[in-house]
């Protein structure tokens, strides 16, 4: 099962990386100095990256492990370790040595004004994570 958020939410979760890239670019553009150069051009390759990720955040469900890309990370968790999908949202689990963890489902994250539509959208993927970890203890 793939979960994702809506295409127009894709877009604007990778305006987080878009925004400061272009006023990278136009700073390189304008710097004086090589050294001025070449630093805005790894902010602008790391706000790239952060561009690519936001657009891509979600969660990939197989049979036995979850996958949660994040803006930084992305985690694979196994199934029999999710102990509850929480109404931030965000999953609570268990790492191999018994450590309580926690992973905030960005891509679900619900923001002041957003279209009810695309609330009711991320509120069902939120529903159907929740009815995913349950299978897995039943």
């Given at each position: 099962m793939e979960l994702s958020p809506t295409p127009l939410n894709r877009l604007a979760n990778s305006c987080l990386g878009v925004v400061p890239a272009v006023a990278g670019i136009a700073y390189a553009a304008q710097a004086d100095h090589a050294v001025s150069r070449l630093?805005?051009?790894l902010v602008v390759i790391a706000f790239a990256?952060?561009?690519v990720r936001g657009y891509r955040l979600g969660v990939t469900c197989e049979h036995a492990r979850m996958t949660v890309r994040g803006y930084l990370r992305t985690r694979v968790i196994?199934?029999?370790r999710v102990s509850e999908v929480t109404d931030f949202p965000a999953v609570r689990w268990t790492d191999r040595t018994g450590?309580?963890?926690w992973t905030p489902l960005m891509a679900?994250?619900?923001s002041p004004g957003e279209f009810p539509a695309t609330r009711l959208?991320?509120?069902r993927a939120v529903s159907k994570l929740r009815r995913w970890a349950r299978r897995g203890h039943g």
């Open positions: 630093a805005a051009g990256v952060l561009a196994d199934r029999e450590r309580a963890r679900f994250r619900a959208r991320k509120e």
